[in-house]
Structures are given as C-alpha cells and as structure tokens.
C-alpha cells in the first residue's frame, strides 16, 4: 500500500487500513533474524557490486570496511538489502532512505540559511516498506554501541528507542494538521534546546549540551568558502583543485591524452549547462559561473569506487568560487527486490527521493547523464561539495549520548517517511505499545550478529587474497 490512494480515503480508512496490515503481518514477526536457507555469499555480492566501479579504488573501499563491523557495515548496503527481502512486509509503502544508518544522519545548511538535522544520503532511495529503514537504522546503532563497547542493557535501551521515537513522532505526524506534518522539522537551535530539556530532566549531562553546541558551530565552518581553502590553490599561476592521491586526483592526471582530456572537460561543461534544467528554479545563480577544473575524489566508504568528480567554478572572479560535487548515480541495491525506479536516470531518482523525503534541499541538487571517454554512459546527480556538513564521531559516541542521538535519527526517519507515506496508515500499524519497539529492539541484536558473521567472512577473504584491500586510506 502506499500514499497514491489517500487522498480518497477518509482518515478512519487510513487508519483501517493500518490495523488490517498489522493482523496480515504482526507486528512481531519483525522481531529477530535467521539466516534463510541458501543465503547469498556476503563476498560474492560484494564482488558482484565491485563490477559497475572504478577497479583501482576498489581496494580503497574494501580498506575502509575493514577498519571495523560498523565501516563493514557501511559499506554493506545490499548485503542488508537482500537480507530485508526475505523478512515480514507490512505492505505499506514509503519513500526509503535505502542506507539509513547512523552516519547517514546531520546538519546541513538550507538555501534560508537555516541548519537542519536530517538525513543527508540517498544514493540507494527508492519506494519500499517503511520498516526496512527502522530496521537498517536500529541495526546500525546496535552495531555501533558493540563496536563502542557498551553493555548489552545499554545497546538494548538505546535500538528500543530508536524504535519508541519512530513510533511517537509517526503518530504526532499522523494527528497533525496536513500541512503541519508536511513542514514539521529539526533545525539546530530546536536540537540543543531539546537536549538543554534533557538535561534539567537529569537525562542528559552539561557535557552533552555542550558538545552538541561545539557539533553545531563546526558544521557551521563547513561551508564553502572552507572547503575551497583546503582544496583548492594555485599551480603554475592557474586555480586549481589540489592533488592529494589517490584520494584526490586531478582530471589531467587521469587522461591518456590531450585530446582526450579536452573531449572530458567539455562533458562536464556540457553537464553543468544542462543539468541546470533539472534545479527548481528558473533562473538559478549556477548560470553565472564558468568552469574553470575538476577532480576525481574518492567519497564515503559504500560509495567508494563509483565516479565522483568535484568541479571549481567562477563567478564574480577569483575570490568567488563555488565547488560541487557530481557523482555517480548506480541503480538502488534495493532494486534487486523491489520495483525498478520509474525514472531513466538514477541521478534523477536520487534528487526526486532527496527532495521528497527531506524538509529542505541543496538548490544545487540536480542529475544529468553523461559518457565517459570511453563513450559508456554514466547518470550523476550534482550538489554543493560541502554546506554547513556536520555528523556524529561514533569514535567519541557515549551510551547517554548515543540514546540521545538514536531518539534524534528516529524522528527524523519517520518525519521523512511521513511526507511521503501513509502516516496514518504507518501509526495505526505502529500503535500506542511497545510491541513494535521490541521487535526492532530485537532484529536489531539479531542483525548485529550477522554483520560480525560477515565482516569475519569478508575479512578472511582479504586474508587468502580473494579481495584485495589497502588500508589507512
């Protein structure tokens, strides 16, 4: 089921609706994990994903998930994705982050100038059942919270309440006005009131609110204007994007030959001046810069090894540059069980998933497709390389801190889900009890033992050599 129909449906079919799902699928058959009988290899997909990527940053990627189970994790996509298809549907349809783990949570800056805390990654997004989020999200801090250290009881009250304020907020969205629900958001300031609250309650300590506010004014000096300091300098007299390889590695280092590298650098201008069709306003200040150079960049852990360029622009003149990032657009690792994007360009299901499920978007964001030198076509989606960017260290992650910071991504989660699903459908299934919140509380236990079984596989195949991994990196 998904929101399509609700608009002729009264709220008491929504919530009917709601209620059959749950007695078709109850709510605690979403409790726990097995392995199906002839579960796929973990390294075998992982080889298979490996495929469609840049061969020589391949090993980068497998370095950077062998730091620990959580960057295993990261990067482990659609190994959780296959695992999700074979568990309970609800059968009620939303928009899905698709890697809606820990990480993929933070600040971020709006076009009002505003900072938000949202979820800020949706290379795998796509229409699938709500709870495969939740459950991707209480996994990742089950995950987190073992590799932290922390003891069981912790873990377990920190993915229950991932799971309670999922709930909660699903069901404040589903009795709100419509347009309340459609604006409801987090920003900055809301976030460390929030937390000040916990504090008085003796939920939270002066430290916490104290980080948090430090959190904050760091993802403040992320801006443009930073980023283009630490990336960008002079070489022979001309701007030009620093080489710092290979994580960074200038377009003509890349190229074979001049012709060659001319041809590439017209794709990307071509791309910059179409892909302005794809930005939400007419008449958009993208139009008054002029390329001036580009890089390959290596970006994230699951990412690494798909194409991901970062362009420098001009404006005005050399004091008034811009750099965004254009990266590559793979089909979902939910689309091998799921229906296929209704989009031609996976650039363009990433933007309209972003912008459906976000309260407020880079009005940078847009898609293009383009070839390669070797004339094979790439889709790509495009934004501002870094705006007010801030996330969680899980490396200085606390257990009172991490149930704070577990409440935050629930609701966030469910505000974005809320925009474009059924809310009331989701909190009539969710209902008033805990019942739904233990069941997630235990996947997610359940899920964190898979993830140790298949890091210990991945990193025995790096062991005898069948992956090969350079770390540090």
Request: proline letters at 4%; charged letters at 25%; a negative charge.
């Amino acid at each position: 089921m998904d929101s399509s129909g609700s608009a002729s449906l009264t709220f008491d079919d929504r919530r009917a609706l709601g209620r059959e799902a749950r007695a078709l699928t109850p709510r605690s058959s979403h409790g726990g994990w097995q392995p199906p009988a002839g579960r796929a290899d973990p390294v075998l997909l992982l080889e298979e994903q490996a495929d469609t990527r840049i061969a020589e940053l391949i090993p980068i990627r497998y370095g950077r998930m062998m730091v620990s189970p959580f960057t295993f994790y990261r990067g482990a996509a659609l190994l959780m994705a296959a695992d999700l298809a074979t568990t309970p549907n609800s059968g009620i349809t939303v928009q899905l982050c698709g890697d809606a783990h820990l990480s993929n949570f933070g600040f971020f800056g709006t076009p009002e100038r505003k900072m938000l805390f949202d979820i800020n990654d949706f290379d795998e997004t796509l229409p699938g059942p709500w709870e495969w989020d939740l459950k991707r999200l209480a996994a990742s801090f089950e995950v987190a919270a073992r590799y932290r250290g922390f003891r069981e009881k912790d873990r377990n009250a920190i993915t229950h309440t991932v799971g309670r304020a999922y709930r909660e907020q699903m069901r404040t969205a589903a009795s709100s006005r419509v347009l309340d629900a459609w604006y409801d958001h987090l920003d900055a300031d809301e976030v460390l009131a929030w937390i000040s609250e916990q504090v008085d309650a003796n939920r939270a300590t002066d430290s916490q609110l104290n980080r948090a506010a430090a959190g904050v004014a760091k993802a403040r000096s992320r801006d443009n204007g930073s980023t283009i300091a630490k990336l960008v300098g002079r070489v022979d007299g001309r701007l030009r994007i620093l080489a710092n390889r290979p994580l960074i590695v200038p377009v003509e280092d890349l190229a074979d030959a001049s012709a060659a590298l001319g041809g590439e650098q017209e794709t990307i201008r071509r791309l910059l001046a179409e892909y302005e069709g794809t930005l939400l306003q007419e008449h958009h200040p993208v139009h008054e810069y002029s390329y001036v150079h580009m890089a390959r960049k290596v970006v994230g852990v699951g990412s690494v090894g798909t194409r991901a360029w970062i362009v420098l622009l001009r404006g005005r003149d050399d004091e008034d540059l811009l750099l965004v990032q254009a990266k590559e657009a793979q089909a979902s690792v939910l689309e091998r069980f799921l229906a296929p994007s209704p989009y031609d360009n996976h650039g363009e299901r990433i933007v309209r998933g972003q912008r459906m499920m976000q309260a407020a978007s880079d009005i940078f964001l847009g898609w293009q497709r383009v070839p390669d030198l070797s004339g094979i076509t790439h889709d790509f989606y495009l934004r501002q390389l870094r705006d007010w960017k801030g996330a969680v260290d899980i490396e200085r992650m606390r257990g009172t801190g991490a149930m704070l910071y577990a409440d935050l991504c629930g609701r966030t989660l469910a505000r974005a889900h809320a925009r474009s699903g059924d809310r009331v459908a989701i909190a009539a299934y969710l209902g008033s009890g805990v019942v739904m919140d233990d069941a997630i509380a235990r996947f997610a236990s359940d899920y964190a033992d898979q993830n140790e079984r298949d890091y210990a596989a991945f990193l025995q195949a790096i062991d005898t050599g069948r992956l090969s991994a350079i770390p540090g990196l």
